[in-house]
Nanobody, 127 residues
């Protein structure tokens, strides 16, 4: 049974930082999955926020988070991270991690191409 479990969300003031983690089980990282973080704010569509290839050599960030967010992974721990700095109220959303079997691809924006999803973790940024 494949599980992706996110953690690290919470309530933070604007300008603060959070680090999200997504740990997988039943999904061998050796099978080479690219990983991504999506977010979904109330009343909005789920949007790709960051993605990283299996090797970690290539990553993607949407323009609104460039310079503030970093995505990285540790395949020895089956975990992908999203370091979020200088948070803004508009970053408030449920954040989901997802796995893409096209392991060399980072930046697929269509949620339907991702095979596995976590349950999401809430990030709330107060002004």
């Amino acid at each position: 049974q494949v599980q992706l479990v996110e953690s690290g969300g919470g309530l933070v003031q604007a300008g603060g930082s959070l680090r999200l983690s997504c740990t997988t089980s039943g999904l061998s990282f050796s099978r080479r999955y690219a990983m991504a973080w999506f977010r979904q704010a109330p009343g909005k569509e789920r949007e790709l926020t960051a993605a990283i290839t299996w090797s970690g050599s290539s990553s993607y960030l949407i323009d609104s988070v460039k310079g503030r967010f970093t995505i990285y992974r540790d395949n020895t721990k089956n975990t992908v991270y999203l370091q979020m700095n200088s948070l803004k109220p508009e970053d408030t959303a449920v954040y989901y991690c997802a796995a893409d079997s096209i392991y060399w691809r980072a930046g697929a924006t269509d949620p339907s191409v991702y095979e596995y999803w976590g349950q999401g973790t809430q990030v709330t940024v107060s002004s």
